[in-house]
């Protein structure tokens, strides 16, 4: 069992995030392959995942709540078509996005990263 291990909320933030960066880079690739089909809507991370989170988090439950809170692909409501033909997936918002999510999924890699080498440290009594 990893939770005793790994009980900072900071570790469980990431993991969650993690699942969703993973998760908004299929809806990116999916909506970059259908740039061009016509009346395709724009899939994004449900915004209600982050929301979720939060609350756990304010509510100062998120060890208990955090298995249960999982990201899920929505039809992004707020796109607006781009194209006569009602697709709503603009290139170059897709690529920014695109961007983004790499940055923040090598972020989210690096805190898990560290919670693991810190545990490597207390093990092994050295740094590395």
Known sequence: MV????????YRLAEKFLDAAALRQQAIASNLANVETPGYRRLDVSKDFAAQLKASMQNGDLASSAAGIQPKLTEDAQARAVRPDGNTVDLQNELMAMDRNTVEYTYLTDVVSNNFKQMKIAISGQPS
């Open 3 to 10: 939770d005793p291990i790994f009980p900072s909320d900071t």
